[in-house]
């Protein structure tokens, strides 16, 4: 591949990029790569555009020919993939201009590698549907990452993994390549904040594996035979040029050890020393010596407590009150319903028993568990400031007691949503969701009490405002008697 890059693309890589490329596209025996997921940590402007377009162009015109009795061309998929097409564009633009077959002008008709050109069939501009098709049949694709669901990709590179604030995009795309012979994923990126919550599961995968490789060759054994033997997972590569955690930041060894492009192109120690006062250190570390930093964010409710209310098989008996809670997160995305009542022991209990996406699925759904659970007829809602306000009126007209979360009470509802998980008298079933809530959920003063800030946070938190708003009109809020809406008639007098 390197040669293809040299003599093809007249692209000079980079001693690193060599590297990476001889390491990460290692075959096993049989023909198929050593790695199906190859996560690559690397700080910014080092290359990773060019070396990603290189490495798609090898892919489309080279690799997609090599087994045709496993994977055929006509069935051979690249997907270049990002949290926006935008993103995953700037590879695709650089392999289209190497392979256009009909250059609209001289300027375009200088970058054509006529080989290249030679063996593309078409492009496909449209909109959301860009593709790039060679005479073989193999693709390249690019998509935006929650656009990808059910196509099955031979090939994947992943750019910006730190985007990815949520599990849904990598959950997607790492799906697409499962049911091809030799596939490979790669996710490419700089080192992500408290929010990089996909990049950070998979960098922790990686220094795991690279730490457990280290001790058993310090013990002796043979850690190859190991991951080979399948007691480790032997198909993830991670390769990572970062900085030592804190370190200063002028530090010239450091910013080598992040920037492994240093003394091969414009960039220098000096270059990237001038740009320390213009950035704030946080992203200063973050971008320049791809290093984590998630400091930036204190959850007000501490996780490690939240963790310790945990109780897998805490129930709410038959008979108790139950009271619901239903937010909505700041964008109207997602909705949320939660649950809270108390336990046999009189410990309170709350649970998140319902999350789709938009708004308009909550009056059914909530239809269809009165009419499994009749007794359940309370539900909590925040009355002013936020999208959830919209479900009040059809509530209320379905017969539903909707207590109003509102004025003092909003911040009570956090407040004591709080006290009950730092005293240790809350408990709730282990849920992801939630516990990636409280992970980054903040609050903001308003006047002299702390409420829930959902456009702050660096989630949605709308799951969690739900559970709060459900304890608190449990332990604070009754259902008031109904009062008949007539005064009952003594009898109608009628005159003729």
Known sequence: MIAFAEIMLHVHLYPWQQWLLVHALELLEDGSYRFRKVIVLVARQNGKTTLMGVLAAWWLFVDSNKHPDRVPPVKFLVVGAAQTLDNAKGPYNQVKEWCNPQPSTDEEADLVIPDLAAMTQKFVNTNGEEAIITRSKARYIVRADKNIRAKSAARVVFDELREQHTDDGWNAVSQTTKAVWSSQLWGISNAGDYRSVALRKQVDKGRKLVDEWTRLSADGGNPADVFLSGEQDGSFGY????????????????????????????????????????????????????????????????????????????????????????????????????????RADGLPHVELIARRDGMLWVPHYLDLLRESWPSICEIAVQSKGCPAVDFIDPLTEKGWTVHLIEGFRLGACCGRFHDRVREGKLRHLPQPAIEQQVSVAVSRRLGEVEVWDRTKSALQISGLVAESQALYALETMQVEALKPKYEPSQGVRVRF
């Open 239 to 342: 390769f990572e040029w970062s900085a030592p955690d804190k370190c200063p930041v002028d530090d010239a060894d450091a910013i080598r050890q992040a920037n492994p492009s240093l003394g091969y192109g414009p960039m220098t120690v000096m270059s990237v020393r001038s740009d320390i006062d213009g950035m704030t250190e946080a992203a200063f570390r973050t971008e320049v010596l791809c290093q984590w930093v998630t400091a930036d964010i204190i959850p007000f409710i501490s996780p490690k407590l939240w963790a310790s209310g945990i109780d897998s098989r805490s129930t709410i008996p038959d008979g108790n009150r139950v009271v619901l809670s239903v937010d909505t997160s700041a964008d109207r995305k997602t909705t949320y319903v939660a649950a809270a009542g108390m």
